[in-house]
């Protein structure tokens, strides 16, 4: 069986495989997409495939769209080349359960694949063609948020957005120039409105694409690339929206077991690729089946009815609260504990620390005990049933092949948010936050993560984090093994701000944390045993 529209055609075969075909006619829907384009994606990856287009899959299966999602790849061309082309922009889209089945099926709502290169006519004009026309109502993005940087730490744009800025729209090379100069040929043709609509898993999306993409047009109007009028027409929100979303779901690389399952089943040339770029992808996407998107329904042109696929349409403010919700309490808190703790404890694997009874009863503390009684209740999503959710079905779902080396990536920049946000709600709420246990347990094993030495004693190498070599500074002098050799260095940390969004010794619990750290510095053994006396 190839994935192919001929190779779809030996139905009773991928039946028999238990692998699910579209009931649609995948090509009556690429004629009408192409004829008169509604929706454009950039960032044709793995998320996007498996979940955007699975929305899309959706709509068309219910009748409720006859046109499925225009591809543009603006990074890895190889994708279109290899994963795309090759297999008529089928997707083969495994969803991974926590009880070790998996429900498969191939989408055809990806309806044609486009390489955003200016320099290559028939690409770039293939994209103007689509850009003004007036039908176009969406364009959504999955290009991760590095993808809407344009300056750099010091300030000044990148070397190759700068380029752009000198070189004007026909010569387009990165995302947002690439995005800016299409929305100058719709401008110039009609002025036609239309969304423009980061997906990407960043906080603030909206805002953060439409500052990118103003900037890059507020530049080409004083060089004289494109009329001031331009820069008002992207101004007006009644002409060109950039809704806030929040998305969740997650989609690890390709795993080896299900490409051998697909492969025992009968499908051929299913293997991951690895690109120039070193993108690892394959024809199939495996992903968890719990999924969320929440849009702020700001349409000027209408859109698809996304609503009757499973997302969620609303306003600003819900998109935040949602937002907060799960990266202040329900998810991400929960993750970076389990992060931290999983190197020191020597877990390769998140879904198996959710074996452990002490980290499995410090994750239910830090959540729904600890943090539902300040959770920001969205409205639309409840916050006991998101966080049960994530805690029995997600996280422990053994064939998300997920590490806590990964997670505890940058974990600097992220306990501010993670946690400081919840201690400030208790300091509001009851004047300080002393009647935490475990979100300041969570800290300490932070503190002891940063030392490098496991719980054998034995050294391990830290995930990357731009603070890094800083904190290792502040922590000088700790030995593992030998509490005398703490001479109060995690005040300086502690007390930073900067770091946590408040003074953690104002908010009552720095020399708690203090304490639950020298208990873990006592020697090999000493981090579980930790954990026991304040998860037993």
Not at 49 to 66: Q, S, Y
Not at 343 to 355: F, H, R
Request: hydrophobic residues 40%.
């Amino acid at each position: 069986m190839k994935l192919t529209l001929e190779g779809l055609k030996n139905t009773q075969e991928w039946e028999a495989a238990g692998i699910a075909l579209p009931s649609y006619d995948v090509e009556k829907v690429a004629e009408n997409t192409r004829k008169a384009p509604t929706w454009v994606h950039f960032g044709a990856g793995n998320i996007f495939r498996i979940f955007i287009g699975g929305l899309a899959d959706t709509l068309l299966a219910k009748g409720e769209a006859d046109k499925g999602i225009t591809c543009v790849e603006t990074f890895d061309f190889d994708v279109v080349d290899k994963i795309y082309k090759p297999y008529d922009n089928l997707v083969l889209a495994v969803t991974l359960k926590a009880d070790g089945s998996t429900d498969k099926k191939v989408l055809g709502s990806l309806t044609e694949a486009i390489k955003a290169q200016s320099n290559v006519p028939e690409e770039w004009n293939r994209l103007k063609e689509i850009f003004v026309n007036p039908g176009l109502q969406m364009i959504s993005f999955t290009i991760t948020e590095k993808g809407y940087a344009l300056k750099g730490a010091d300030g000044n744009f990148f070397p190759f957005i700068q380029s752009d800025i000198d070189n004007g729209p026909e010569k387009a090379g990165s995302a947002m120039a690439v995005v800016c100069a299409l929305l100058n040929e719709r401008y110039k043709t009609n002025k036609a409105p239309i969304a423009v609509v980061s997906m990407d898993n960043c906080s603030h999306n909206g805002e953060k694409l439409q500052n990118s993409i103003l900037t890059m047009a507020k530049e080409w109007a004083a060089k004289g690339f494109v009329e001031k009028a331009f820069v008002e027409y992207l101004s007006d929100e009644k002409q060109v929206s950039f809704p806030w979303s929040m998305i969740d779901k997650i989609t690890p690389r390709p795993a080896d077991s299900v490409c051998e399952d697909l492969e025992k089943a009968g499908v051929e040339e299913i293997a991951p690729v690895i690109t120039s770029k070193r993108t690892y992808i394959a024809p199939f996407v495996n992903a968890e089946g719990p999924q969320y998107l929440v849009i702020e329904d700001k349409f000027p042109n209408g859109r698809p009815a996304l609503e009757k696929a499973g997302v969620y349409l609303t306003d600003r403010d819900t998109v935040n609260k949602v937002e907060r919700m799960k990266v202040t309490t329900c998810l991400n808190p929960l993750h970076t504990a389990l992060a931290v703790y999983g190197c020191v404890l020597g877990y390769t694997l998140i879904a198996d620390e959710m074996k452990d009874e002490q980290l499995n009863k410090l994750v239910h503390e830090i959540g729904p005990v600890e943090g539902m009684p300040v959770v920001t209740d969205p409205g639309i999503l409840s916050p006991a049933d998101f966080v049960d959710e994530v805690i029995n079905v997600r996280i422990p779902n053994p064939f998300m092949p997920d590490t806590p080396q990964r997670i505890a990536t940058d974990t600097s920049q992220k306990v501010g948010i993670r946690y400081g946000e919840t201690i400030k709600s208790y300091v509001a709420q009851y004047g300080d936050a002393k009647k935490l246990t475990a979100i300041p347990l969570a800290i300490a094993g932070w503190c002891r993560y940063l030392l490098g030495v496991d719980d054998e004693g034995n050294t391990f190498e830290r995930s990357a984090d731009p603070m890094l070599d800083e904190l290792t500074k502040a922590l000088e002098g700790i030995e593992v093994g030998n509490p005398a050799s703490y001479k109060g260095q995690l005040k300086s940390i502690l007390s930073n701000a900067n770091i946590f969004g408040i003074d953690l010794y104002e908010a009552g619990i720095g020399e708690r944390i203090e304490e639950m750290f020298l208990e873990e510095i006592a020697g090999k053994g000493a981090v579980r045993a930790t954990l026991k006396k304040y998860m037993a």
